[in-house]
């Protein structure tokens, strides 16, 4: 299963930012694709990329493609599959064809949704109002993302992370193994196989 809205190419350059720290000067390009315009997804995508330029001192820049710039959903969708855009906010009717799946292993919650191999898989914020929430990571903008990988994919992070000495802590779901990490604003990243 792959995440729709961000690649794992976003996994590998969060994990390549904490190993490098300020020996990266230089800039990344983030592609950010919306079949929609002049809404809220747009209007989102212009506060994000303001928050990431800011946050990242311009070693970060965000490039905004609303209105299918970059292609119809399956197209970027698929883009974010192979890394050549890293992120993209499919409209809703898009996730119609998703199956729930593993809702027998994990309960309500996450919600993973799959249409063949693909799919998403959503956590809950534990706060609407982010200004009630003391730790701003917990609201409704993110609490994490998650990559699906294949096993030997899932055992190469692992090294990667070892030998960037990334810290990370590893889970055994029962139906999965997980390995998390955080990037430098701490979100928390994880990386999945139900390969066991």
Do not use: C
Request: charged content about 20%.
């Amino acid at each position: 299963m792959r995440i729709i809205t961000i690649s794992s190419a976003a996994v590998l350059a969060a994990a390549g930012m904490l190993a490098a720290g300020p020996a990266l000067a230089q800039q990344f390009t983030m592609k950010i694709s919306s079949p929609t315009i002049n809404d809220v997804q747009h209007q989102w995508m212009r506060v994000f990329k303001a928050a990431v330029e800011a946050r990242s001192g311009g070693r970060v820049k965000v490039e905004l493609y609303p209105a299918n710039q970059l292609g119809q959903i399956p197209a970027t969708v698929e883009g974010v599959a192979l890394g050549t855009i890293e992120m993209t906010l499919p409209a809703v009717g898009f996730l119609i064809g998703l199956e729930r799946r593993f809702e027998e292993a994990w309960g309500d919650y996450p919600i993973v949704m799959l249409a063949g191999e693909s799919g998403v898989a959503l956590f809950p914020a534990s706060s609407a109002d982010p200004v009630a929430v003391h730790d701003k990571r917990n609201t409704v903008t993110m609490r994490h993302f998650a990559f699906r990988v294949d096993r030997e994919n899932f055992k190469r992070a692992q090294e990667r992370m070892r030998w960037a000495g990334v810290e990370f802590t590893r889970e055994d779901h029962g139906v999965s193994h997980s390995i998390y990490i955080r990037d430098p604003d701490g979100h928390e990243i994880e990386i999945t196989t139900y390969d066991l």
